[in-house]
């Protein structure tokens, strides 16, 4: 099977990639460095995340052409609750001025956005933006954007766990039942293929706690680039170097 049908068959889609033959349909990228490309001017950490903010924008505006139709980004993780208190702050208000100034782009891009992550620990002026923007866009059917805010993947699956017992408990689901196709369907992801490519910026090759039960056949590209110097160029790379994976999901070739 050709790469580009696994894709098209992973993600339910017809397998069509725009300016990129057999590239992904799902990209999920962990936008790592911010803090250092900000050290390395001298400049504060939130320096950094601004910087990385924007070229969400880019990366965002780059999809299409590259026939990428979902893009799933790591922006807050569960654990990065552990930072200063003035980056969380600062992270938490770039989210929401984020939210606010790209509303209308988005929307006007026809642009589909979602947020996955547990919103009990946002506060209520952040996830009000968050349900807006999604509202907004849900009509949308051009790139799907997601945003993982507060966001684990361990976290995920027990929430996930706990929905599903719950069901049992209920009576409306039967142990039994219980397959690798029923538990997906309690993620937070349930509406999304699973990602063809993970990116990693930064130099880091590890995947903290990043879609961790959606990537289990994922490829992965760990990259030097720090995330706020990470360009369409080396997106579009990245996808032609997908499309010459040997992607076998276990399998062996006939
Ligand atoms: C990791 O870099 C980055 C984050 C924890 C935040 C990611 C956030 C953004 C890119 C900003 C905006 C996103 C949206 C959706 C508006 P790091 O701080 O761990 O970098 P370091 O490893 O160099 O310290």
Not at 225 to 242: G, K, Q, S, V
Request: charged fraction near 30%.
């Amino acid at each position: 099977m050709s790469n580009s049908a696994e894709s098209a068959t992973a993600a339910g889609g017809s397998g069509e990639t725009g300016t990129v033959p057999c590239g992904p349909r799902h990209v999920a990228i962990i936008m790592d460095g911010n803090g250092r490309w900000a050290q390395a001017r001298g400049r504060p950490r939130l320096f950094g995340h601004h910087a990385g903010a924007r070229r969400v924008r880019e990366v965002v505006e780059a999809c299409p052409d590259l026939g990428v139709k979902y893009l799933t980004i790591f922006a807050f993780s569960t654990e990065n609750w552990k930072r200063t208190q003035v980056e969380v702050a600062g992270l938490m208000s770039l989210f929401r001025r984020y939210i606010s100034k790209e509303m209308q782009a988005l929307a006007a891009r026809n642009v589909r956005v979602r947020f996955i992550g547990d919103r009990d620990r946002l506060d209520a002026k952040l996830t009000a933006l968050m349900d807006q923007l999604e509202q907004t866009t849900q009509g949308n059917d051009g790139t799907h954007l997601t945003i993982a805010l507060n966001y684990g993947g361990r976290d995920e699956v027990a929430r996930a766990t706990r929905r599903l017992a719950q069901d049992v408990a209920d009576g409306t689901l039967k142990p039994e039942d219980v397959d690798e196709e029923t538990l997906p369907k309690y993620l937070d992801t349930h509406v999304l293929p699973d990602p063809d490519l993970v990116i990693r910026t930064s130099g880091e090759a590890r995947i903290s706690n990043f879609l961790l039960w959606q990537s289990a056949y994922s490829e992965y590209e760990f990259i030097d680039t720090l995330w706020p110097d990470f360009t369409e160029d080396e997106l579009a790379r990245l996808c032609r170097n997908f499309g010459r994976r040997d992607r076998r999901f276990g399998a062996v070739k006939t």
